[in-house]
């Protein structure tokens, strides 16, 4: 099994900054990618940020935005600068990795609990 635990939500005012963590752990034999998902309350879930061998953004986050790995902690950061209220929503860190079981490999779609982000105006 494998667990995704993250941290680093909170209120924070309009053009302030937060950092996200999300740190992986249990039976992993590799990780294809870690992104970050939110969703704000009313809406879908919608794709922030994709690390796997390249990172992409989502257009409202380029530039204010940064998805960064650490490889050897199993980690993944969202460093978010010059915040908007319109950034409030719950921030879930998903990972996409790959497990042995019985010499063969399988491929599995992991979840956070998700951490809130408020950004006040």
């Known amino acids: 099994q494998v667990q995704l635990v993250e941290s680093g939500g909170g209120l924070v005012q309009a053009g302030g900054s937060l950092r996200l963590s999300c740190a992986a752990s249990g039976s992993i034999f590799s990780i294809k990618s870690m992104n970050w998902y939110r969703q704000a309350p009313g809406k879908q879930r919608e794709l922030v940020a994709a690390s796997g061998s390249r990172t992409s953004y989502a257009d409202s986050v380029k530039g204010r935005f940064t998805s960064s790995r650490d490889d050897a902690q199993n980690t993944v950061y969202l460093q978010m600068n010059t915040l908007k209220p319109e950034d409030t929503a719950v921030y879930y860190c998903?990972?996409?990795?790959?497990?042995?079981?019985?010499?063969?490999?399988?491929?599995?779609?992991?979840w956070g609990q998700g951490t809130q982000v408020t950004v006040s105006s």
């Open positions: 998903n990972a996409v990795v790959t497990v042995v079981r019985n010499t063969m490999r399988y491929d599995y779609s992991y």
